[in-house]
Each structure stands twice: as structure tokens, then as C-alpha cells.
């Protein structure tokens, strides 16, 4: 275009030409242009970005409900109702009243105390009441009842008795199985008691090394905060650990391993009408940082030359479509007035999760054996252009590993209510009621002038107001009695609003179920002034909450335990802790029974501490029963109670020691039998032998008699009256023996 000289003139920005500077311009080439590359969009990516579109316009009312949901913890209005509240009241006092905080602050301490105790877990493993016994042990049962069958038909015919016939026989056999079965349901229930505690040990360990405390504590965040918490888990992320090798020399790993994390309601998207996330798509949008990225090289059916093409195209970063809610979201959680993008090297993906049709999948290469026209339940991992992962769901029952709760539920649909939306009739009346007790003690907190501006002497223009002002006025011009200026004080309200306050703070403790009582206000009064009714209290309230953890133990809990189950019993080579269990979440049970569950435990201790009931208990299921008080009393139960093991040498020990005594009772008993015995003969051998002395002494007697009879009779005196003398022989001992 020729440039007329009034126009350069008019307009110095604009450069003139002259014609000989248009035709050199003219004629130099114009450089080569460079055809961009557009990489034409796959299948799989349309249909996962068809399903993002979907759930991200059917989500549209919950993002504001969100937002809400967040101003309320954090105690702020949103910019329209500031505005709205400004033009209203004049711009003077705004407050809110931080109801909801507490109430938040309360529940979320409260529930942190049951989901996560400390020194024990809000779940374990148990055996099925009657567990299914392996094929192998039932073909053995049938075989060892064929054979106690056969061999009790032999020894009937070889008795003398009839050939049994085949329906005895078969009637025989199935009494025999059925008693043989429950023998090995029995020996096979103590087994998988033993598996369980295995099983429960080794779930516990994958959970503490993969953050599960860590993103429960975020999970209980947003379950009072917002309309729905989710739990994602177990999924297998590369963690980077530092261990030490020989000669104490570290070594880094980065292997993957199963990890739990929480996933904020902001990056959650249900599809339309989906009452939870193993229905209808479910995406999760993920943000990652270029080494979170890099690190999902390598492993199991993901893209390395995809993840290489993001992290050229996304050096920078990027974010997933424009989200309306992203900048007050940031600014309420990261307090940053303006991020209107993701942070530098922050690369927005989408975790897809629902059904695909296999001829989609097979376009993609997922290398299965698939039809065409059956859908799918898979996994894709979405970044910009970029499909980084896609497979089938790995787990069996196709269960997805998200799990969502919300403290109030609402049947059928996906979000529930929240602690701000009850809270927020309360929390409204509360904040209206504070700005005008504000304004009121503003007003009436002195006094208020009038004053007749005409009548202000000359130079006296200020309205301004402070102790020892001198106000110079004109006198009157009517000469009557009016003095130009005057006071009054505005009447004070603040007792009227501070007791409708207190009535809807109170009507707060209702509608949410958490009174302030129970997170340590001492305005309690009535039956909470005494020990037991405030425990009666304490009691009652958590009946309240009980609700909210049973959505917990249900919808949590006891699905991301079980996922974890699932993946030990399908990967995990040890056979010895595998079996047949369920999973028992025990935090809504804990709530109202735990204090009382101790004392009726300890109870009966005290009642079975007698001789009778240890007799008919036994050394091995009393420690059984002192494991199970330490364990509710948080005592280290190996160092308190020694192991079954223990007890059955201790008890082996005594009994040896107690037969050695009887043996030796016995012995001493024989020993004395036998000394009695041959006491008794020795004292009889001396009765006889004192029998035979005696009866020789008599013999002797007589026959000294006879002699000394027969020497008198042969000794007679002599005519002459002349006697012989007798001599008498004696023994040793000076008996007489004999005489002459």
C-alpha cells in the first residue's frame, strides 16, 4: 500500500516507503514455510477425551458445590457474596463466624482416633466360618473312608458275619466321610487361623511401606470437608528407597511397589449418573512432575516411546483443558492470588478407567485375545496426544482401585453431604448474626452528634470527633433555645444477638452430630457438669458418628484391604500365608464398645481365676485370652504373655517333673511296703526264735528237775541219817545246767 505523507505525518509508528524500497522489498523471496505436524488423534484417545468431555459438563454444579464446600473451612466468602454483602450493608462489617472449622476440626480428630489408632490397625483378617477345603484334602477324605469302610467289611466277614451289601456299604462310607470331613474342616480351620494372621502381617507391612497413613489422613480431610473422599489404592508406583549394601555402603532402589494416595475431589470425574467409581467411566485427573513421568518407565505395559514424545512436547508443561475452578481452588489451598495455569513442569494427564470396545483396544495394540465388539474393562493413561498406558484391569473381578465414602450419604448418587452442607443454614445465621453484632457495638460504642452544619463558625469544616474538641458554632439567628449540636446514644443490641448466636450454634451441634463438647468446650452444663454424664454424653454422640465411620469401614476400608488381598494371593509366591479369608473392618465397632470392652474383658479374667474354670479353660486358652486384654490395653503382648509354643514346654516341663515325683513317690511307697515287710518277718523270726529259746529252757528245766529228783531219790540219806552233797554245773550266762 502507498502511505501518503499527511498520514506518516499524522501517525510517527507508521514507516514510509519509498517506490524503489517497495520493488526491493518485492522481489526478495519469501522463506520457505514449514508444514507443522499434526499427529492424527487414535481411537482410544477420542473415546477417552469423549468421556472426560461428559463427566466434566455433569460436574459443572458439584465444582461450585466444592468450592463452597472449601471457602466454608477456610472462613472466607466467595468474591460475589462479598459484594453482594458490601453493596448491602454498606460496606461495613463483614465476619464469619468459624462454626464449620471447629466442627471439621472435631470430626476429623475424632474419626483420625479410630481409623488411625495407634499401636494397632482398624481391620484384620479372619478365617471364613467354614472355609473350603482344598481338592486335594477332599480326595483324600473320600479315599481314607473308602478304605476305613473296606477294612471294616473285612473284619466283619472274617467275624463270621454276612458279606455286607453295597448300599450298607456305601451308607458306611458316607458316615465315615462325613466324620472324616468334619475332622479336616476342623484341623483345616486352625490352619487358615494361622494363614489369616500370616496374610494380615504381610498386608499390614505393604500398607506401611506404601503411604497408606499417609493418604488416609488426607482421605479423613476430605471426608469432612467435602461431599465425597477418595482413596486410591493399591496401585504399583517405582518409590526410591535408600539401602545399605555390604561394608555399610548406600544403594539406591527405585522399584516399584503398592502405594495408597488420596485423590482430591477437584480431580475426580464420576460418569453422569454413577453412584460410585466401579461404575460408569471414571477418570482421575493426574498431575505429574517430569520425574514422577520419567519413573513409569519400564514398567508393565507402558509406552516408553510415548512418555519420551510427553516429556520433549511438555518440557514446559501442561494443562488438561481449562478448568473454571482451578484459580480459586489454587488460591483457597495454595494462597496465591493469581495461578491461573498449572506450575511450571507440571504435565496434566487423564487416568481413564471403564469400558472400551476391543476393536478400539486392538487399534492400540493391546495384545489380547479379544472381540470386536465386546467391551472391555481397561485401563488408559491419557497425556495431550499422548496414550502413555492401556491395558485390561488387572484385577480378576475387575474391580478398580478407587474407593469412595462421604460422611452423609445420599442413596444413589455419587457425592453425599458434607459437614459445611449441614453446617450451612447454621453457619449463614451465625455470620449474619456477627456482622450485625459488629456494626451494633461499632455504632453504640459511643456516642453519635448531631449538629447544624449552617451554623459552623468560619473555618470550622471538620466532622471529625475527639476528646476536648471545641466546636465553634453561630449563635442561633432565631435567638431560641436551639444549641446547634447535640448527643445521643445508640441503644445497645448485643445481648438480643449474641443469644441468637448461641441458638444456632447450638442448632449446629445437631445438624452435624458433633457437639462441642466433644472436642473439649467445657460449656457443657446439666448432665454434662458430672463424670458419668458427660461419659453418657460422650457415648451418645458417638452413636452420631458411628454413621460416618461405617461409611468408612465399608466403602474404604474393607475394599482397599481386600484389593491388597487379592494381589498378595494372586503375586506373592509364598504359599503359606494364602487361604481362605475375609476382611473385618472393626472402626465403627470400636467406637462405643472399646473403653467398655476392656472392663467386661478384664471381668472375666477376674471370674475365671479359679481353680475349677483353669481346670476346665487350660494354661493355653487362658494366655490366649491374656493376648487379647494386652492387645486392647496396648501392652507388648510377647514381652507380657510367652507364645503357645512356650506354654506347651512349660507344660511338657511340669508334667515330666510331676511324673518324675509320682515315680518317685511310688518308689519311696514300694520302699517302705518292703521295710515294713521285712520288719514284720525279722520280729517274727525273733518271736520264734524267743519261742524255741523259751521251749529249750523248759526242756532243760525239766530235765534238770528229773535228774535232781532221780539224784534225791538215789541220794537218800544213810542209816546212819549221812547226805551226799550236790553239785549243780551252770553255763556262761550262770544257768543251771545240769547237777550231780
Not at 498520514?7 to 523471496?29: C, K, S
Not at 489404592?233 to 539406591?252: A, H, S
Request: proline share 6%; aromatic share 8%; net charge negative.
Amino acid at each position: 500500500c502507498i502511505i501518503t505523507a499527511t498520514m506518516a505525518e499524522t501517525n510517527p509508528l507508521i514507516r514510509t516507503l519509498g517506490l524503489q524500497q517497495i520493488m526491493q522489498r518485492d522481489a526478495v523471496a519469501p522463506p520457505e514455510t514449514m508444514d507443522l505436524e499434526v499427529r492424527p488423534e487414535s481411537v482410544l484417545s477420542s473415546h477417552v477425551r469423549k468421556a472426560w468431555a461428559d463427566a466434566k459438563l455433569a460436574r459443572a454444579k458439584i465444582d461450585l458445590k466444592l468450592l463452597e464446600c472449601l471457602r466454608a473451612r477456610r472462613g472466607v466468602y466467595s468474591p460475589a457474596a462479598l459484594a453482594q454483602l458490601q453493596a448491602a450493608n454498606g460496606g461495613m462489617n463483614v465476619v464469619w463466624a468459624d462454626i464449620t472449622e471447629a466442627k471439621c476440626r472435631g470430626a476429623s480428630a475424632w474419626i483420625r482416633e479410630i481409623v488411625l489408632p495407634t499401636g494397632e490397625q482398624p481391620w484384620g483378617l479372619t478365617a471364613t466360618p467354614l472355609p473350603d477345603l482344598p481338592h486335594a484334602m477332599k480326595v483324600a477324605v473320600v479315599k481314607k473312608a473308602m478304605a476305613q469302610a473296606q477294612q471294616t467289611m473285612v473284619e466283619a466277614a472274617q467275624a463270621g458275619g454276612d458279606v455286607m451289601a453295597q448300599d450298607e456299604f456305601l451308607q458306611l462310607v458316607r458316615e465315615l466321610g462325613d466324620k472324616l470331613r468334619a475332622e479336616a474342616e476342623k484341623d483345616y480351620r486352625k490352619q487358615a487361623g494361622v494363614r489369616a494372621k500370616r496374610m494380615e502381617q504381610v498386608i499390614a507391612d505393604r500398607m506401611a511401606q506404601g503411604g497408606y497413613a499417609e493418604a488416609m489422613d488426607a482421605f479423613i480431610e476430605d471426608f469432612v470437608t467435602y461431599p465425597a473422599a477418595i482413596l486410591k489404592g493399591p496401585v504399583y508406583t517405582r518409590k526410591r528407597e535408600l539401602q545399605w549394601g555390604d561394608g555399610w555402603t548406600p544403594k539406591i532402589t527405585n522399584n516399584p511397589r503398592p502405594t495408597w494416595s488420596c485423590v482430591s475431589p477437584f480431580d475426580a470425574y464420576p460418569a453422569p449418573g454413577a453412584r460410585c467409581p466401579q461404575r460408569g467411566d471414571f477418570i482421575e485427573r493426574v498431575r505429574f512432575r517430569r520425574n514422577e513421568l520419567h519413573d513409569l518407565k519400564g514398567l508393565p505395559n507402558y509406552r516408553d516411546d510415548q512418555i519420551d514424545a510427553a516429556l520433549r512436547d511438555y518440557s514446559a508443561g501442561r494443562m488438561e483443558g481449562w478448568l473454571f475452578t482451578e484459580s480459586e481452588r489454587q488460591r483457597l489451598t495454595q494462597e496465591s492470588l493469581f495461578m491461573w495455569l498449572s506450575p511450571a513442569g507440571v504435565i496434566d494427564a487423564l487416568n481413564y478407567w471403564g469400558s472400551v470396545p476391543g476393536w478400539k483396544l486392538m487399534s492400540w495394540g493391546v495384545a489380547e485375545d479379544l472381540e470386536e465388539t465386546r467391551d472391555y474393562e481397561c485401563n488408559v493413561l491419557l497425556c495431550g496426544t499422548y496414550i502413555l498406558y492401556a491395558a485390561l484391569n488387572p484385577n480378576p473381578l475387575g474391580a478398580r482401585p478407587y474407593r469412595k465414602a462421604c460422611y452423609d450419604e445420599i442413596p444413589g448418587a455419587f457425592w453425599g453431604r458434607s459437614i459445611p452442607d449441614l453446617a450451612a443454614t447454621s453457619q449463614q445465621m451465625c455470620n449474619a448474626t456477627l456482622s450485625s453484632l459488629a456494626d451494633n457495638l461499632s455504632v453504640a460504642s459511643g456516642p453519635q452528634v448531631w449538629v447544624h452544619t449552617d451554623r459552623f463558625a468560619d473555618g470550622e469544616q471538620s466532622m471529625e470527633m475527639f476528646p476536648w474538641k471545641i466546636w465553634q458554632l453561630k449563635s442561633d439567628p432565631t435567638q431560641g433555645t436551639n444549641p446547634g449540636i447535640g448527643f445521643f446514644q445508640p441503644d445497645d443490641r448485643s445481648t438480643t444477638l449474641l443469644g441468637v448466636y448461641d441458638r444456632f450454634k447450638n442448632e449446629a451441634d445437631d445438624t452435624t452430630g458433633i457437639p462441642r463438647y466433644t472436642y473439649g468446650n467445657e460449656q457443657v452444663g446439666g448432665a454434662g457438669n458430672t463424670l458419668g454424664g458427660l461419659s453418657i454424653l460422650m457415648n451418645n454422640a458417638a452413636k452420631g458418628l458411628r454413621r460416618a465411620i461405617s461409611n468408612i469401614d465399608m466403602n474404604a476400608i474393607g475394599p482397599t484391604v481386600n484389593d491388597a488381598f487379592v494381589n498378595e494371593m494372586v503375586y506373592n509366591p509364598d504359599e503359606s500365608i494364602k487361604g481362605d479369608c475375609v476382611v473385618m473392618p472393626r472402626g465403627a465397632a470400636a467406637i462405643l464398645v472399646r473403653e467398655s470392652a476392656q472392663q467386661r474383658m478384664i471381668q472375666f479374667l477376674g471370674m475365671t481365676a479359679n481353680p475349677v474354670d483353669a481346670q476346665i479353660i487350660g494354661a493355653k486358652y487362658r494366655a490366649a485370652l491374656l493376648r487379647e486384654t494386652a492387645a486392647t490395653l496396648q501392652l507388648p503382648i510377647d514381652d507380657v504373655v510367652p507364645s503357645d509354643e512356650e506354654i506347651t514346654a512349660q507344660m511338657e516341663q511340669q508334667a515330666q517333673a510331676a511324673q518324675g515325683q509320682a515315680q518317685a513317690a511310688q518308689q519311696a511307697q514300694m520302699l517302705d511296703i518292703e521295710g515294713k515287710k521285712a520288719l514284720e518277718e525279722a520280729k517274727a523270726q525273733a518271736d520264734m526264735q524267743r519261742e524255741e529259746h523259751k521251749q529249750n529252757l523248759a526242756l532243760i528245766a525239766d530235765v534238770v528237775k528229773q535228774s535232781v529228783a532221780q539224784a534225791v531219790a538215789e541220794n537218800k540219806p544213810a542209816k546212819d541219817g549221812s547226805r551226799k552233797p550236790i553239785n549243780f554245773r551252770y553255763d556262761a550266762e550262770g544257768r543251771i545246767v545240769g547237777a550231780e
